[in-house]
Nanobody, 118 residues
Framework: QLQASGGGLVQAGGSLRLSCAAS????????IGWFRQAPGKEREGVSC???????HYAESVKDRFFISSNNDENMVYLQMNDLKPEDTAVYYC??????????????WGKGTQVTVSS
């Protein structure tokens, strides 16, 4: 019911935009989170959009990553700028009615790989 896409290989300093498409429910009623998991590391939260549209970011990506949504198309995006090698990870989108806490997210999409070369 969630599908993330848009990953790829990019040089440090470059940009990528990840997309997350939902089917079966409307994004505007849910809290949407982007998470990532780097090789050998635990999955971590990257960004969250609340139902009111408030956005939150991990300190490591603040002012570089931006979450947005298009309710008409039922899509959520993660614009990633000034990418760094440490941003290399599999990125996931997830949704829940009440939270952006990883363990409580109801819906998860398959991840999309982002690789940043130095």
């Amino acid at each position: 019911q969630l599908q993330a896409s848009g990953g790829g290989l990019v040089q440090a300093g470059g940009s990528l935009r990840l997309s997350c498409a939902a089917s079966g429910f409307s994004f505007d009623r849910y809290m949407i989170g982007w998470f990532r998991q780097a090789p050998g590391k635990e999955r971590e939260g990257v960004s969250c959009r609340t139902r009111r549209g408030t956005t939150h970011y991990a300190e490591s990506v603040k002012d570089r990553f931006f979450i947005s949504s298009n309710n008409d198309e039922n899509m959520v995006y993660l614009q990633m700028n000034d990418l760094k090698p440490e941003d290399t990870a599999v990125y996931y989108c997830a949704a829940d009615l009440f939270t952006c806490t990883e363990l409580d997210m109801t819906y998860w999409g398959k991840g999309t790989q982002v690789t940043v070369s130095s």
